[in-house]
Each structure stands twice: as C-alpha cells, then as structure tokens.
C-alpha cells in the first residue's frame, strides 16, 4: 500500500508527466493525434485535483455548478459575443453541444479548483471576499497564456484578438465561479500550485517555441 505522501508524490509526477509529454508531442509527426487525446488529458488533470481536494460531497455538487455555469457562459459567448467576444471553438476539445465543448466546463472547474485552494493555501487570513478576487485575477493572467496559442493547438479562435472585453470576462466569470465553490476550497490541496505550474509552464512554451 501506498502512503499519503507517495499517492500525493506520485500524483504530482503523472501531472508533470501528462504536461511535458504532451508539450513534446505537439512538435512531433503525432500533433494531429494529440490534439485529439486533449479531453482525455483534461479529466484525468481534473480527477487527480478532486481526488486530493477533500470536501466531499458538497465539492463535487459545487463544482457540478460551476460546471454547468462555465458551459452556459461558454455557450452564450459563442452565439451571443458576450462576455468574452466573438469566438469560435476548433476541434480540440472533443464533441459539442450548441457549437461549445462539454469539456469547456471541466476546464473552468478544474482551474476555479485550483486556483481557490492555492490562494487559500497561501493567503488563508484573508476575508473570503479577497481571496476570491485573487484566485481569479490568478485565472486571469492564465488566460494571457492561454489566448495567443490557442488557435496553434486547435483549441478556439477569436475573430481577430482576444482583447479587453475577453479577460474583462474571464474575470467576471471567474469570480463568479469563486463565489459558487465558497468555503469548499477552503482546505489544502497539494496539486492545486502543481497543476497551476504545469498549465502555466504548457502554455509559456508555446509562446517560446510554437507548433509550426
């Protein structure tokens, strides 16, 4: 059997693993089949963070809320161009519903996850209110990673640039998302900075070295 500090020592690994394999092949001969592995990628990340999360059942019903929330918003941006902007998903996410992927969702409640325990790992002293807003200015300068690559990894493409309007919503939304989960990230969670890195260091690399 293993110890709580190997499951947490071994998760931490396959997360960094998941990260730099799939970093690798996106400048390989396989891209076109990585892209399509993305989902798969996304839950197993997402099922790891719950697992070291605690919180039990009133965690998963939060974040079943803050999943259902992030598709709706998704879905609105996409026919509507509010909050984000115009913006069309590509093929990388997996299958859709009204134009929007089903993983969308699990992306923001993976992230909203993340980015709450981390800050409360940090900063618990602080009223809830404040952590809130830091969690998502957090998620925030994540989405200045993530925008000018997206379209490379068959992820969405914005008509022209994601501009202010975009991280104005990522923000809102975020937020939002912050106030769902509540007190339910109010608990340490060792892959929550890891997961945060790992995101960050991905996407950085495009940006040093892009998928041609």
């Known amino acids: 059997m293993w110890t709580e500090k190997q499951k947490t020592w071994g998760a931490m690994g396959l997360l960094i693993l998941l990260h730099a394999v799939g970093f690798i092949s996106w400048h390989t001969s396989w891209a076109s089949w990585v892209s399509l592995l993305t989902p798969i990628h996304l839950l197993i990340s997402f099922w790891l963070l719950v697992w070291f999360a605690g919180g039990g059942q009133t965690l998963k019903f939060r974040l079943l809320m803050v999943y259902l929330l992030g598709l709706g918003v998704e879905i609105l941006g996409v026919h509507t161009g509010y909050p984000f902007g115009t913006y069309v998903y590509l093929e990388g996410l997996g299958p859709a519903i009204w134009d929007t992927p089903w993983m969308i969702g699990v992306n923001w409640a993976m992230l909203s996850l993340a980015a709450g325990q981390w800050v409360y790992g940090y900063v618990a002293e602080l009223p809830r209110w404040q952590r809130h807003l830091i969690a998502a200015s957090l998620l925030v300068l994540l989405d200045f990673l993530f925008e000018p690559v997206a379209p490379s990894l068959r992820l969405?493409?914005?008509?022209?640039?994601?501009?202010?309007?975009?991280y104005l919503g990522w923000f809102v939304t975020a937020w939002g998302m912050q106030a769902v989960l509540g007190d339910t990230v109010e608990r340490p969670n060792a892959l929550a900075g890891v997961l945060l890195l790992c995101q960050a260091i991905f996407f950085a690399g495009f940006h040093l070295w892009p998928v041609a």
């Open 156 to 166: 969405w493409l914005f008509a022209g640039t994601a501009g202010w309007m975009n």
